[in-house]
């Protein structure tokens, strides 16, 4: 069995949400999470919040955020167990950051540090 | 009270004092010695009571013949020392006048170090719960045999075997230190858990011997939140999941020894004072910052006293349960889960993630999907709860599934 990531990827990090929307997020992710969990394939995760993020860049110039430059935030990941990455990619599915429209989850599979992969 | 009624009694409550003073005095080295002196000193109660009458105070009798007993055997073992000892070590004499302090604190302090010690994750679960049912609880061998279904000699080999793993393992009779304490306890609260549980889900048909358990398992219980040492929030939650549950002992089987299931019971007979006591104890238990798996099953059985279909009930359980599948998965936590899956969001959302699940070899994986079925497709849940049948290894379980499918 291989462990995937599937980092959640926001296309528009700046966007301010309700704090109903939120808690409504909230909800359905911890339920998408209970479902992962439920088949036992759930091994870790965090979210990420965007307020006080940093890119350390070439020759280490700091900048705030991730968002002046590029498009895409990564919003959080979690990291579950799959026999194949079609699994994985099954799971990414329910996940609810996909109902806002351009966003993506990218399914990744873990490298194993047998010094095979 | 006469003596034959007496005894008994006085078995129950205080052959787990003495036992417990004694083996912490001798030693798990010595632990049968301790476990014959006390028998012995039930049976010489029973042959002098039988003969000259009830003594004023039955109870100071039994510690004072305990005590005598354990001094005779310790300086028949100091005689013999002194013979040889000075062989060794000449002209030295020293004769210790053994105490044996059965001293409510001691007797107290006693059965909190034996605890410790019994729930020790180098002996089976089985020979745990066994041995804390000996020892800390005071059952004979056949009443052990009785609650685990099984016969004497297999009760008897197996404490034997779990006596000899803990000599060999050198396991100390005392408290952990303070710094140990929380890990160590993880282990005393899942014996006594498995304790509670293998009375309230036993295969044995005898009410009286389930609720024995039961209410063993939550004594135990309530001497860890008694001390303060050991009065943590997870004891707390343990203590209020066992008090929820508990409160239906009496609803949920009938004189037949037959399981009433949840939504036939009847309510009044649920025990109201067992649930105030498990929101107490639940209170008690938010003390600290950590959630161990006890406070959210004591939330989830929090929300079971409540037996009218709520969304606001539903929707807290599913997420008591996500929460708890984090912290401990288990396939019964997952079933439970898919259960209120459905209750929230409906039966056909909970069986596309039940058929996911993958438990094909559980009963309840089956009897859970016939439940699901029911009212929508009633071949399939006949179907599934013949699969559960097939599985299922109790009678009262059996006959659970059976009246389903005869509903169907």
């Known amino acids: ?117 | 009270m006469m003596h034959q009624e007496l005894i008994p009694h006085l078995f129950r409550t205080e052959y787990r004092k003495i036992i417990s003073v004694l083996c912490t005095r001798f030693g798990f080295e010595q632990m049968e010695i301790a476990e014959d002196i006390t028998s012995d000193t039930f049976l010489t109660a029973a042959q002098v009571w039988g003969l000259k009458g009830l003594p004023e105070n039955p109870v100071a009798w039994l510690y004072h013949v305990a005590k005598n007993k354990a001094k005779n055997y310790l300086q028949r073992g100091n005689v013999f020392e002194r013979k040889i000892t000075p062989e060794i070590k000449s002209g030295f004499q020293y004769l210790i006048e053994p105490e044996i302090d059965l001293s409510p604190q001691n007797i107290n302090d006693s059965q909190l170090q034996m605890m410790f010690a019994i729930c020790d994750p180098s002996i089976s679960a089985e020979a745990q719960i066994g041995l804390s049912l000996r020892i800390l609880c005071g059952f004979g061998i056949d009443e052990i045999a009785d609650a685990f279904l099984s016969n004497k000699e297999t009760i008897n080999k197996r404490l034997f075997r779990a006596r000899e793993k803990l000599r060999e393992q050198k396991i100390k009779i005392a408290l952990p230190e303070t710094s140990q304490i929380e890990s160590r306890l993880d282990n005393v609260l899942t014996t006594i858990y498995l304790l509670f549980n293998e009375g309230y889900y036993s295969l044995n048909q005898d009410r009286l011997i389930r609720k024995d358990l039961c209410l063993e398992a939550m004594r135990l219980c309530t001497m860890l939140v008694e001390n303060k040492i050991t009065n943590k929030p997870a004891v707390n939650a343990l203590l209020s999941l066992m008090c929820f549950q508990s409160s239906r002992l009496d609803a949920r089987i009938d004189e037949n020894g037959a399981i009433i299931l949840y939504e036939n019971q009847d309510e009044s007979l649920w025990n109201p004072d067992l649930i105030s006591r498990g929101g107490y104890f639940l209170n008690q238990a938010s003390s600290g910052h950590a959630i161990s798996k006890y406070h959210l099953e004591a939330a989830i059985a929090y929300w079971s006293t409540k037996k009218t279909d709520t969304a606001e009930k539903w929707e807290n359980v599913l997420e008591l349960y996500n929460q708890l599948l984090l912290i401990a998965y288990t396939p019964i936590a997952a079933l439970n889960r898919t259960f209120a899956l459905s209750k929230v969001h409906g039966k056909e959302t909970a069986i596309i993630e039940a058929e996911k699940l993958n438990l094909q070899e559980s009963p309840f994986y089956f009897s859970l999907l016939g439940e699901l079925y029911r009212g929508m497709d009633n071949l399939k849940s006949k179907e599934n709860f013949r699969k559960a049948l097939a599985f299922i290894r109790s009678e009262s379980g059996r006959q659970v599934i059976q009246t389903k499918l005869d509903g169907l």
């Open chain 1, 1 to 117: 069995m291989d462990e995937f990531i599937l980092i959640f990827r926001h296309e528009d990090g700046m966007k301010v949400a309700s704090p109903e929307q939120m808690q409504i997020w909230m909800k359905q992710t911890m339920e998408w999470i209970g479902g992962i969990t439920a088949k036992n394939k759930f091994v870790g995760g965090n979210g990420l919040p965007f307020q006080d993020a940093k890119v350390v860049g070439y020759k280490g110039v700091v900048t705030n955020g991730p968002f002046g430059e590029i498009k895409e935030t990564i919003g959080g990941y979690i990291i579950v167990k799959g026999d194949s990455v079609d699994e994985a990619v099954e799971f990414a599915k329910g996940c609810p950051v996909l109902q806002g429209e351009g966003n993506t989850v990218e399914v990744r599979k873990i490298a194993k540090g047998d010094g095979l992969h």
